[in-house]
């Protein structure tokens, strides 16, 4: 059974940090693209980033290139998403999903982890 498990998330103020953690079991995940996903208040899933299996290729949202950077351990089957300069349109329930791009998937989408930015 895949199971995908995120953390990290939090209150921050604007312009602050937030490093998000995936922890991936149930597939092979250094042969899967991974992706991190957001769903802010109201609407719908949003795609942010993706990164390839081996970790050399990353393409992020117009929105938070520059800002957030995607990574990954495959020793320790974990995914990453260090956010910087955070926005308060950055507020959202964060998940993670395999795949890359607009074709991110993942069978339930769990309880993800809220980040919101507020003063």
């Known amino acids: 059974e895949v199971q995908l498990v995120e953390s990290g998330g939090g209150l921050v103020q604007p312009g602050g940090s937030l490093r998000l953690s995936c922890a991936s079991s149930g597939f092979t995940f250094s042969r899967s693209a991974m992706s991190w996903v957001r769903q802010a208040p109201g609407k719908g899933l949003e795609w942010v980033s993706s990164?390839?299996?081996?970790?050399?290729?990353?393409n992020y949202i117009d929105s938070v290139k520059g800002r957030f950077s995607i990574s990954r351990d495959n020793a320790k089957n974990t995914l990453y998403l260090q956010m910087n300069s955070l926005k308060p349109e950055d507020t959202a329930v964060y998940y993670c999903?395999?795949?890359?791009?607009?074709?991110?998937?993942?069978?339930?989408w769990g309880q993800g982890t809220q980040v919101t930015v507020s003063s």
């Open positions: 999903a395999q795949g890359w791009g607009s074709s991110y998937y993942r069978a339930s």
């Open positions: 990164i390839n299996s081996g970790g050399s290729f990353t």
